[in-house]
C-alpha cells in the first residue's frame, strides 16, 4: 500500500474517531490503541534528533530499559558499551544525546565484539552483555563494573533474560549446539539442554511462561523448550505442519539458518526468521505454522542473531511486525496478515538492531555505520492533540 494513502487514512479515522469519543459513540479506552497505530503508521527517520556517534566499528545492539523507558545500551563490534539518557535535551528543538557513560575494554571488560546487550527487565542498576570473547558479563550500572563472568568457551551469539520470571536464568546461544543456563543468583552454571545440531544464533524467553525458551539454530530449526524437565525439548516446529512427531528429525522451520526469534507480547505467537529470507508467525497453542505471507522484500544473509521488533497489542488495533533488512530499510508487516504497510528508508547502513521506546513510541536501529538512529511520527502536532485528548479522557473515565 502506498505509505502517504496509508497515513490519510489513519488520518481521516483519528478525526472520525476524536468526534464519536466528543458525541459519546466511542469509549475513551479506545484512543490509546488508535493513538499508537497512528504513530506507527506516521514513523519517519527523526532528523532533529542525533546520538552522538561513539562506537568506532559497527553497532551490534541497542536495548532500552523498561522501568523508566529513558536509558539505551549499545554494544558494539569493538567490544564497548555505552549508555544513552534518551530524555537529555528533550527540549530542544534540535537534540543531540550524549553518552552518558561507558564500558570500554578493559582488564575486566570484553576482549571481542559484542553480540548483545539485556538491561535487566526489573532494575536498570543492572545490564548484561555476551561476546564473541565467549563469555556473558553481568554489569554494575552504576559503577559501570563487571559483577560477573560467565566463560562459555565458544563464541556467543545472543542471550536472554526472562521479562517476568523468578528465576534469574540467562540462556546463552553460542558455538555450542547445547543451550547453556547461567544463574544470575549464584554465579554458576546449572544445566544444559542439548538438542541442536549446529550453532544456536538465537534464543527468546516467553513472556507468558516464565520456564518456556525458544531457540534458532544453524541447523534450520527452532525448538522449544520447558527448561523444568529432565527432556528439555517440547518440540521442534515444522513449517510443513505435517503432524509428524513433535521432535521428529524431518521437522525444519526454514530452509536455512535460523537468526531471529520474537515472542508476541501476550505470548500466544512467535515470530522466526532464517536465511531463506523468509519470516514465519507461530501459533504456539498448536505449534503450527500459520502460513502468514510476508511477501518476497525480506534480506537475511548474515550469520548472526538479528531479532525483529513487534508493537504492542491492544484489542481492536492491528499490531505490527518491524524486521531490519539486510538492504539497509526497515520493513513493517502487518503481523496476522502479513502486507507490508511500509518500508521506512534513511540509514546509511546496514541495520543490525531495533529497539521500542513505549513511553513516546519511538524505535531506536543500530547499524554497521558506527551510527544510532531515531525514527518517530512525522505529525508530532497532530499526535500531541490525540494524545492530550486520550489523557483527558482517561481522567475522566477514573472520575
Avoid at 119 to 133: E, V
Avoid at 200 to 218: I, K, Q
Avoid at 314 to 342: H, K, T, W
Wanted: hydrophobic letters at 35%; a negative charge.
Amino acid at each position: 500500500m502506498n505509505s502517504g494513502r496509508t497515513r490519510r487514512i489513519a488520518h481521516n479515522k483519528c478525526t472520525r474517531l476524536l468526534y464519536q469519543v466528543e458525541i459519546g459513540l466511542v469509549r475513551p479506552s479506545a484512543l490509546p490503541s488508535h493513538y499508537l497505530s497512528k504513530r506507527l503508521l506516521d514513523l519517519t527517520l527523526d532528523p532533529s534528533t542525533t546520538i552522538q556517534r561513539e562506537h568506532v566499528s559497527a553497532v551490534n545492539t541497542i536495548d532500552i530499559e523498561e522501568a523508566e523507558g529513558r536509558y539505551l545500551l549499545s554494544g558494539g563490534g569493538d567490544g564497548n558499551i555505552y549508555i544513552y539518557d534518551l530524555d537529555e535535551s528533550q527540549r530542544e528543538e534540535r537534540r543531540v544525546i550524549k553518552c552518558m557513560a561507558g564500558a570500554e575494554k578493559t582488564v575486566s571488560g570484553h576482549k571481542g565484539g559484542i553480540s548483545r546487550v539485556n538491561w535487566y527487565p526489573f532494575d536498570n542498576g543492572m545490564f548484561t552483555s555476551s561476546s564473541f570473547d565467549s563469555t556473558i558479563k553481568v554489569w554494575d550500572t552504576n559503577a559501570m563494573e563487571v559483577a560477573c563472568t560467565f566463560d562459555l568457551e565458544n563464541k556467543v551469539y545472543s542471550h536472554a533474560i526472562s521479562p517476568k520470571a523468578t528465576h534469574g536464568l540467562i540462556a546463552t546461544a553460542s558455538s555450542d549446539p547445547r543451550i547453556r543456563l547461567c544463574d544470575l543468583k549464584t554465579g554458576a552454571f546449572t544445566h544444559s539442554l542439548p538438542g541442536h545440531r549446529g550453532t544456536v544464533l538465537s534464543v527468546e524467553w516467553s513472556p507468558r511462561h516464565e520456564y518456556l525458551l525458544a531457540s534458532g539454530s544453524t541447523d534450520t530449526t527452532v525448538r522449544l523448550w520447558d527448561i523444568r524437565k529432565s527432556s528439555s525439548c517440547l518440540c521442534s516446529l515444522d513449517m510443513h505442519n505435517t503432524n509428524s512427531p513433535p521432535l521428529s528429525e524431518a521437522n525444519v522451520a526454514h530452509t536455512r539458518t535460523v537468526n531471529g526469534l520474537a515472542f508476541t507480547p501476550d505470548g500466544l505467537h512467535l515470530i522466526s526468521t532464517g536465511h531463506d529470507d523468509k519470516m514465519r508467525l507461530w501459533n504456539l497453542y498448536t505449534g503450527q505454522n500459520t502460513l502468514t505471507n510476508y511477501g518476497t522484500m525480506i534480506r537475511n544473509q548474515f550469520v548472526y542473531n538479528l531479532t525483529p521488533l513487534i508493537s504492542p497489542m491492544f484489542a481492536g488495533s492491528p499490531s505490527y511486525v518491524f524486521y531490519p533488512s539486510n538492504d539497509r530499510s526497515i520493513l513493517m508487516y502487518d503481523l496476522v496478515d502479513g502486507s507490508l504497510v511500509r518500508r521506512l528508508t534513511g540509514s546509511f547502513g546496514r541495520i543490525t538492531a531495533l529497539a521500542w521506546r513505549p513511553r513516546t513510541q519511538e524505535i531506536y536501529s543500530a547499524g554497521n555505520d558506527h551510527d544510532i538512529l531515531a525514527w518517530g511520527p512525522k505529525n508530532v502536532d497532530r499526535d500531541n492533540e490525540l494524545q492530550a485528548m486520550a489523557d483527558q479522557d482517561t481522567w475522566s473515565d477514573s472520575d
